[in-house]
């Protein structure tokens, strides 16, 4: 199975703070990596797709990259609804995987 | 709109089984992976298994292999986790997605979640 690590596993940070979330597969996964945000006692959702195609609905401030082994999570100015958890997960392979997960909490 | 509706979830003592369903509308059902994921209390993500879009491939995590079935009725929009064999490590509120391609493998992920239905297995 692919695993996936993600960095930090949690972070504390300020309205209008950047915000910059690593995740990394233990091998590559191209380009088949996906973000999604969770608040307490609610569904995931999903934000971003295949590394960096942002879901129809989300804030341009949520931003995507990477390939291969390598991916980023960046918030660009983090608002008051950003405060949550976040998680990559990767389809590259017929076992999907979720990293650990990274929680975004006030600081 | 669309909708994911989970349910069969409850307590169930180690060693039995539980059949979760999962009833989809507001989409073209036969054209989309259903997938399933599983939160433990406090604890992050888990996906567990996943359907294409014709039934014709089932997929499963390591943990639940061999004990959990996927299965789905494209005339009823439905898709079904039989769970057998259950262990206090499958305690979870599990959650059913439908996956933005038809396939599973290369996927780009789950556009859209139910809100769970939670297993619980104790004696």
């Known amino acids: 199975d692919i695993q996936m690590t993600q960095s930090p596993s949690s972070l504390s940070a300020s309205v209008g703070d950047r915000v910059t979330i690593t995740c990394r597969a233990s091998q590559s996964i191209i380009n088949y990596l996906n973000w999604y945000q969770q608040k307490p006692g609610k569904a995931p959702k999903l934000l971003i797709s295949v590394a960096s195609s942002l879901q129809s609905g989300i804030p341009s401030r949520f931003s995507g990259s990477g390939f291969g082994t390598d991916f980023t999570l960046t918030i660009s100015s983090l608002q008051p609804d950003d405060f949550a958890t976040y998680y990559c997960?990767?389809?590259?392979?017929?076992?999907?995987?979720f990293g650990p997960g990274t929680k975004v909490e006030v600081k | 709109e669309v909708l994911l509706l989970e349910s069969g979830g409850g307590l169930v003592e180690p060693g039995g089984s539980l059949r979760l369903s999962c009833e989809a509308s507001g989409f073209t059902f036969d054209s989309h992976a259903m997938i399933w994921v599983r939160q433990a209390p406090g604890k992050g993500l888990e996906w567990v298994s996943g359907?294409?879009?014709?039934?014709?491939?089932?997929y499963y995590a390591e943990s639940v292999k061999g004990r959990f079935t996927l299965s789905r009725d494209n005339s009823k929009n439905t898709v079904y986790l039989q769970m057998n064999s259950l262990r206090v490590e499958d305690t979870a509120l599990y959650y059913c997605?439908?996956?933005?391609?038809?396939?599973?493998?290369?996927?780009?992920?789950?556009?859209?979640w139910g809100q769970g239905t939670l297993v619980t297995v104790s004696s």
């Open positions: 359907i294409a879009g014709s039934g014709s491939d089932t």
């Open positions: 997605a439908r996956g933005r391609l038809f396939a599973v493998p290369q996927g780009w992920g789950t556009d859209f």
């Open positions: 997960q990767q389809s590259y392979t017929s076992l999907w995987t």
